[in-house]
Structure formats: structure tokens, C-alpha cells
């Protein structure tokens, strides 16, 4: 049975609402607020960040099938130059917002922890479909 990586990354987005809900309740509950709205805020930062990086990754996988003109080291720079501004302005609103940045940081491992639930999905549905 072929695996449908298609299907997995489409599901990640989805993973990424639930836990930061989830979150974002658990972190109002125990700091009020300031702390729910620093880790929505990090939870949204960890979406972009994916959509990203599957953006990223699909560009990079066109430039390989390619036989045209290779282009990488623009496409590379304007990637990194999107990032560094993702990470700048994420350090600004907080700075200036005085959100807490440390719980801002936990809702950026909503992204890696939807990523472990998509792989324990796969695992326990693997040849049940």
C-alpha cells in the first residue's frame, strides 16, 4: 500500500488549529490573557512557519525536476530574507506588546507536536483504510 504524503500534509495545518486551541486554553487557564494571547500568537507564527517550509520544499522539488536554468541561490535568498522577517517581526510584537515570550516560544512547538500526531495517526490507521 503506497503512502499518500499529499494527504498527510494537507492533514498537518489541521493538527496545528487543534493543539493551538487546545493550548491556547490551557495557557489562558494557568496565566490569564497575556499568556493565552502569547501562544495563539505562537501558534499562528508555527502555521506560517509551516506553510513556509511546505512552500519551500515544493519550490526546491520543481527547481530539481527541472531542465531549465537553475535559479536556487535567488530562490534560496528570497526564502531566507521571507524567514528573517517572519523571526523579526515575531521579536518585535513581542517586545513592544509585552506578551510573554517564553510561552510565545511554546506555541512554536505546536507545529512539531502536530507533525508527531500526524505520525501516530499514520501509525494506527497504516493499513486499517
Given amino acids: 500500500m503506497p503512502a499518500d504524503y ?3 500534509i494537507a492533514r ?3 493538527w496545528i488549529a487543534v493543539l493551538g486551541l487546545i493550548g491556547t486554553g490551557i495557557a489562558g487557564r494557568m496565566g490569564g ?3 493565552a494571547g502569547s501562544f ?3 501558534a499562528i507564527a508555527a502555521w506560517v512557519n509551516y506553510k513556509l517550509i511546505v512552500r519551500a520544499v515544493d519550490r526546491l522539488g520543481e ?9 536556487t541561490a535567488r530562490t534560496g535568498m528570497g526564502m531566507f530574507i521571507r524567514f528573517a522577517f517572519l523571526v523579526l517581526g515575531a521579536f518585535v510584537i513581542l517586545r513592544v506588546s509585552g506578551l510573554n515570550v517564553v510561552v510565545a516560544l511554546c506555541g512554536l512547538l505546536v507545529c512539531p507536536a502536530a507533525v508527531l500526531v500526524e505520525i501516530f495517526y499514520e501509525l494506527l490507521t497504516y493499513g486499517h483504510s
Fill in 12 to 14: 498537518i495545518p489541521r
Fill in 63 to 71: 527547481l530539481a525536476r527541472a531542465n531549465g536554468p537553475k535559479r
Fill in 33 to 35: 490573557t497575556a499568556w
Fill in 40 to 42: 495563539v500568537l505562537g
Fill in 6 to 8: 499529499d494527504v498527510a
